[in-house]
């Protein structure tokens, strides 16, 4: 097989990881293990009255993983730990893996689980408290899964179209979907043999907003930061839907997605801190870091994943990620209890952000075959995403920050939008813009 | 004529949709691969479009080396013959030196260059001096 071009995306051939514990085995090591799960630790740190902190953690070399999250769990406090997978064992490049993990593992941006096995994944899990996380984005996870369930990891990020359209050019939705469709398939085996698996999906997709107008440079954008999150949310994610394991959690805001999901399922909304080009600069970025760790904690987020003031400079170093982790636990601080936000204003964006999911979303949950369905529906514009990595999307919509901030389309492409929905997204955007309709004086999201 | 794409493990598409869109914008006729290209992609459409001047190759999840691991051997099979050109995050980490720049040119890259800006002043100099030429290779597979 050529190194460049993974065949198991034509197919449907698995690239076969050797000799792994039958299921069964890997469920009675997790029970032994007796860690508490993702669930449990998100509940407990509800009741604590808490957003629960996760950093993004993954370096190349195994002890080097190891002493990170050993000091990410001593000195940053992190309730959920992480392993977050280099991108070339995320597109099943498991020999460039290799090859740059033997010449000089500090080469990798993650930590290659499938190549260094799951005998060094259980050591690790075995080395912390906190459950762990993979955090990864590829559209074929099936030997990824493998062998974090077998490491007895039990919470795994990603799916069809979240980690397909941001993450890879040319592996077909109708791929992803199936390849995905099975490792919940195999989540519900798990829970048969009372082991459940918590599947977060990655709801910013491409994470980039064009501010191409907006004056005053980086700073521009801050007002939306916290409604950025869920307006893509929102707008993306529920045409995934969790199947297969009992429990779903989802990235979305909590009231849109029990709309489409079975009763029962529990839901957690998960705050990433600022996803687009952050700030060179260390006090500008951890600005930007409060500031959604703020937004976490005043919209009621269960979990937020960290960033650091090293994001615009690489993957940053121990010290940086630590001193994340606490910069965003600050904003758990009861100290803060006064600051609150225009819960009317709240109420009046969230029943738009309703509809708007409603138009984009209804037609596609219509279909007979789902999965085919959303297949047609992103070949036809129908569902889109901007700045794709992926031909599998149009990418004809442009999302643009109104001068509150929030986030709006700028153009919609496809999208199967009503004309009321379109008009309030124009109107929102031209005012308070020089030459625009002068901006209403009542507080408005 | 120039050829652009991403390297092979990387999806980042920003960067990569600008730099398309400004070069256009300048007159050039730009043949985008997008995201996620390896090197046999380009070679591909190096022999498809002979016209293109330069191989354009954005790279910022910082294994630009390993994505780049069998560009020497494209040019010396002669599927390359156009100056390779690279920008982006060269490495991975916080800490930058100049090390990543000099492995690139060790791998068979022509031009690395810190900014987008710097693309179209280069590729009139190469058209100046009457490229394409290609840095001569240093066969790395040799030692
Ligand atoms: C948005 C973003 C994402 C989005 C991408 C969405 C999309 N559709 O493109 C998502 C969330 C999907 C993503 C995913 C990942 N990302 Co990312 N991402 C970013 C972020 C925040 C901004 C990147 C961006 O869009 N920049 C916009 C462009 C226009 O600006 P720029 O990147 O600064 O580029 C400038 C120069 O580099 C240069 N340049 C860029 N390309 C080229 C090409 C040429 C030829 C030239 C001359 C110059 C040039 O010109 C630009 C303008 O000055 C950066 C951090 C940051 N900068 O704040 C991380 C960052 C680039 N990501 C990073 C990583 C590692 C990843 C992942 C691999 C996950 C991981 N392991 O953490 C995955 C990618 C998976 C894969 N297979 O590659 C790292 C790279 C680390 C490193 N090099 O040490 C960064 C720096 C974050 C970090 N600190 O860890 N990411």
Same mark, same amino acid.
């Given at each position: ?31 032994? &293990? ?11 740190? @509800? ?137 919940? !398939?195999? $989540?519900?085996?798990? +829970? ?8 977060? &999906? ?29 307006? &893509? ?59 959604? +760790? ?55 964006? &969230? ?72 008009? @309030?997204? @124009?109107?929102?955007? +031209?005012?308070? @813009? ?8 009542? !507080?408005? $999201? | ?25 300048? #007159? ?59 920008? #982006? ?18 791998? #068979? ?35």
């Amino acid at each position: 097989m050529s190194t460049d071009s993974p065949s198991s995306f034509g197919g449907d051939a698995v690239p076969a990881v050797p000799e792994l514990p039958t299921l069964r085995e890997s469920a009675d090591y997790i029970r032994k &293990l007796g860690k508490p799960s993702a669930a449990e630790v998100l509940e407990s740190c @509800r009741l604590a009255g808490r957003v629960a902190l996760q950093p993004r953690c993954g370096v190349g070399g195994h002890k080097e993983m190891g002493a990170l999250l050993a000091q990410l769990e001593r000195d940053g406090r992190a309730d959920i730990l992480t392993l977050t997978i280099d991108s070339h064992t995320r597109l099943l490049r498991f020999d460039n893996a290799a090859r740059a993990l033997r010449a000089d593992p500090r080469t990798l941006n993650g930590y290659p689980l499938v190549t260094h096995g799951w005998e060094r994944g259980r050591e690790l899990n075995e080395s912390v408290a906190p459950p762990m996380e993979i955090r990864h984005g590829s559209p074929d996870a099936r030997p990824l899964f493998q062998v974090a369930v077998a490491s007895g990891i039990t919470s795994f990020e990603g799916g069809g179209i979240s980690y397909n359209l941001p993450y890879s050019k040319d592996v077909p939705l109708a791929h992803s979907l199936e390849a995905w469709a099975e490792v919940d !398939s195999v $989540c519900g085996e798990l +829970a048969g043999l009372g082991i459940i698996v918590d599947r977060e &999906l990655f709801g910013t997709l491409t994470a980039v907003l064009v501010r191409v107008d907006q004056p005053g440079g980086e700073h521009a954008g801050g007002g939306g930061r916290g409604r950025r999150g869920r307006a &893509l949310h929102l707008r993306l994610l529920p045409a995934e839907r969790p199947a297969g394991a009992g429990r779903g959690r989802a990235a979305g805001h909590p009231a849109a997605r029990r709309r489409y999901l079975p009763a029962g399922v529990q839901i957690h909304a998960v705050l990433h801190e600022f996803m687009g080009v952050f700030p060179r600069e260390r006090n500008h970025a951890e600005e930007l870091i409060f500031y959604g +760790a703020l937004t976490a904690r005043l919209g009621g987020a269960s979990k937020m994943i960290t960033k650091t003031y090293q994001e615009a400079l690489g993957i940053p170093d121990t010290e940086a990620n630590v001193a994340g982790l606490r910069l965003a636990d600050i904003a758990n601080s009861e100290l803060l209890g006064f600051v609150s936000v225009d819960s009317g204003a709240v109420a009046e964006e &969230l029943e738009w952000i309703c509809r708007e999911v409603a138009e984009i979303v209804e037609p596609v949950l219509e279909a007979r075959n789902l999965r085919s369905g959303i297949v047609t529906a992103f070949a036809e514009g129908k569902l889109d995403i901007p700045f794709s990595a992926s031909r599998h999307a149009r990418s004809e919509i442009t999302p643009l920050r109104d001068p509150s901030g929030a986030i709006r389309y700028q153009e919609h492409g496809g999208l199967p939008l009503s004309d009321a929905s379109v008009k @309030r997204n @124009r109107r929102l955007l +031209a005012e308070g @813009r020089p030459g625009g309709p002068a901006r209403p004086t009542c !507080s408005r $999201c | 004529m120039v050829v652009l794409g991403v390297a092979a493990s990387d999806s980042h598409a920003v960067a990569n949709h600008l730099i398309a869109h400004s070069l256009r914008a300048q #007159g050039l006729t730009v043949v985008n691969l997008g995201t996620c290209t390896p090197v046999s992609e380009f070679a591909d459409a190096c022999e498809l479009y002979p016209a293109a001047e330069a191989v354009i190759i954005g790279s910022l999840n910082g294994h630009i080396h390993e994505d780049l691991h069998d560009l020497a051997d494209a040019k010396l099979q002669g599927r390359i013959n156009c100056p390779v050109i690279v920008g #982006g995050n060269l490495s991975v980490g916080s800490a930058k030196d100049e090390s990543s720049t000099t492995r690139l040119y060790e791998l #068979g890259v022509d031009h690395v260059l810190a900014h987008p800006d710097s693309l179209v002043p280069l590729l009139d100099s190469l058209r100046a001096v009457g490229a394409p030429v290609t840095r001569e290779l240093v066969d790395t597979t040799a030692r």
